[in-house]
Every structure is written in structure tokens, then in C-alpha cells.
């Protein structure tokens, strides 16, 4: 049977949301101290990643660490392989929403949620609406809350969710991915225009599909069958 240390309690939780909520004004802040720096709020315009100084490899490493410290208050505040993976999962959905909101109470951008943002820069640059990575970060926000209690999704479920992931990897670099050939300069300059809504909506599915499975109560095979858990935060 299930022992309860395998759950992130509650109140631990709540200081996992209040990090990645922290670490999600910081972050904004570093953004707009950047794009103020380089004269440009508005990511999605020419020469979308200009080189100032030492700024991009900079940057790289600051990505990086963003990953590092959401894997670490993860580790912390679980005691098993899943109650840390849905504590990390919770922190970087939190993180990434309020992300977005604090940017919009910094510097009134971005207007919409339809406005195109360079989401990420490893291992290269993704791009994509807003909606996009938001709409993911409340399926892991869901998920993740679902995990860090105990729920548990099957092997079938977890397979979906994995491809579901890569699909949504290639989307947001597809645009880079097909200049990188030109080279470094090239794939620095990709500039976006559509954004293949459908493409998109087939990985949330997939992803969703481990979601719904802990969520619902499912549990990976010769497990014993958890409470039906739902939980909703924001980043």
C-alpha cells in the first residue's frame, strides 16, 4: 500500500508554488532588464536575437539554471522518483505562467495571447504564441499536483505524453531546425510568421492523455489504485 511520504504534503506544495512564483518575477525582470537593454520589448520583430557583447552565451546559462532550480525544488520536496517529478512539474507550470503575467505588469507586453515569443533558447530557439506554452503550463500544473499526491499514470499513458512532448518540441523549433543548415547566423535570424495550430493541438492531446489518466485515479500496472485527485495552481 501507499505510504504517505510518497505524497508531497500540502503545505510543502504551497512553498513549491510560492519558489516557482518568486523565481517567475526574477526571471521577468532579467527579461526586461535585457530586451531594455537591446531596445526592444517586442521580441517577435527583425533580428529577433541580436548579439550584444557576451549577452547570448549568457543567457544560454541562465536557461539552463532556470532548469536546474525547478529540478531542485522538485528533489527537495518530494520523497519519491514521482513526487518529485509532479512537485517539479507544478513549480515549472507555476513558473511559466506568472512568467507571462509579471512580463505584463512590467512592461505591458505581451498584449495577447496570441502576441510570438522566444520561449526558449536550448538547444535552439523555440517560438511560438503565448497561448502555446501557457496552455502547457496548466496541463502541468494540473498533472503535477495530481503526481505530487500519489497519482500515478500506466506505461500507455506515459508513452503518449512523452511523444506528445517531442511533437511539441518540434513545433516550437521546426522553424530553426530547417534553417539550421545555413548555419548559426541563420537559425539566430528565424523570424516565424504561422504557427501550426493543428500540429500543436495534436501534442497538448497527447500530452493531456498522462494528465487525465493520474487525475481520473490510474494508476502504472501492478500498482494499487489511488483516490482520484484534481488540483489546479497558477505560475
Known sequence: ???????????????????????????????????????????????????????????????????????????????????RFGAALVAFGVWDLLYYAFLRVQCDWPRSLLDWDVLFLLPLPWWGPVAAPASIAALLIVGGVAFARGARPDAASIAAGAAGALLALYVFMADAIAALPQGVDAVRRVLPERFPWPLFAISWIAMAVPVARAVTGGVARGEPRSLPVAGRSAR
Open 1 to 83: 500500500m501507499r505510504t504517505p511520504t510518497q505524497r508531497v504534503p500540502d503545505g510543502r506544495l504551497a512553498l513549491v508554488v510560492v519558489f516557482a512564483a518568486a523565481m517567475a518575477w526574477v526571471e521577468a525582470s532579467a527579461v526586461v532588464y535585457l530586451r531594455l537593454h537591446l531596445g526592444r520589448l517586442e521580441p517577435h520583430q527583425p533580428d529577433p536575437q541580436p548579439l550584444a557583447g557576451g549577452l547570448g552565451r549568457i543567457e544560454l546559462v541562465r536557461e539552463a539554471a532556470t532548469l536546474v532550480m525547478i529540478a531542485a525544488i522538485g528533489a527537495l520536496a518530494g520523497r519519491s522518483a514521482w513526487s
